[in-house]
């Protein structure tokens, strides 16, 4: 019975560890997507020439420079100089570096969570030292504290994704504009338009004339 009752436990322990470092997993997921919206919203002051895609292909380039994601070599190098420019910018901004400082705080916390290594320890050690190089007043993640770090950044998703929906319109509306011309009106359109209302107003009187003799049976030809 107690062999069984452990057989038992394990596998309820394996299945709620599996789905809390799943959690985890998500949580730092979407931490690195919030950067890339930050970086990505800056781009549309810092490069406001560049296309939607363009400026999202540089926001992209530099979340994997910063988290050392892997992207295609020749899409990163296209954008080599405006992701350096971009980089600049983002170190001046601290709501930015606190958004990098959480990412690399989440995967520190799912190393340091269920059964730990020596490896994995420092692993989490070495996480914990990169968030302070972005913001040196950086908490370590307890399980505790996990459930409302997470719900916070599911809000900063939210928000950041309608600041960047509103950005996007903004700047498709301003492209639409470009592509049509403004409407100029001279005094030589006035005077055409006069001069063309009065001779469909003559032409369409003579014609009413005709029709209402030509019923009387009145030749308007013998006026003239």
């Known amino acids: 019975m107690k062999k069984l009752f452990k057989k038992y436990f394990l596998q309820f322990y394996m299945v709620v560890s599996g789905w809390y470092l799943r959690q985890v997993l998500k949580c730092r997921s979407r931490c690195m997507s919030v950067v890339f919206f930050k ?14 895609k363009v400026n999202s292909n540089i926001a992209l380039a530099l979340r994997s420079k910063i988290f050392d994601l892997s992207r295609p070599a020749d899409e990163c190098e296209s954008v080599e ?22 990412a690399f705080l ?5 190393y340091s969570c269920g059964v730990t290594t020596e490896v994995f320890k420092e692993k989490s050690e070495s996480l ?13 993640i307890e399980y505790d504290s996990f459930g409302p770090f997470f719900k916070e950044v599911k809000t900063d998703v939210k928000m950041l994704k ?23 009106i001279s005094s030589g359109h ?32 013998d006026f003239f």
Do not use: M, W
Request: with cysteine.
């Open 106 to 110: 989440v995967e520190a916390f799912y």
């Open 81 to 102: 100089a405006d992701v350096v420019l971009l980089e600049e910018a983002l170190k001046l901004d601290e709501a930015t570096n606190k958004a990098i400082s959480r």
């Open 162 to 184: 309608g600041e960047i929906k509103r950005l996007s319109a903004d700047r498709i509306e301003k492209e639409k504009l470009k592509q049509i011309k403004p409407l100029t």
């Open 128 to 140: 914990i030292e990169k968030a302070k190089c972005y913001d040196a007043a950086v908490i370590p």
């Open 190 to 221: 006035i005077l055409f338009a006069i001069s063309l209302f009065s001779t469909l107003f003559l032409v369409s009187g003579v014609i009413y004339t005709k029709l209402i003799f030509g019923n009387l049976g009145v030749s308007v030809s």
């Open 39 to 52: 970086a990505y919203i800056h781009t549309f002051k810092l490069f406001p020439s560049n296309t939607l």
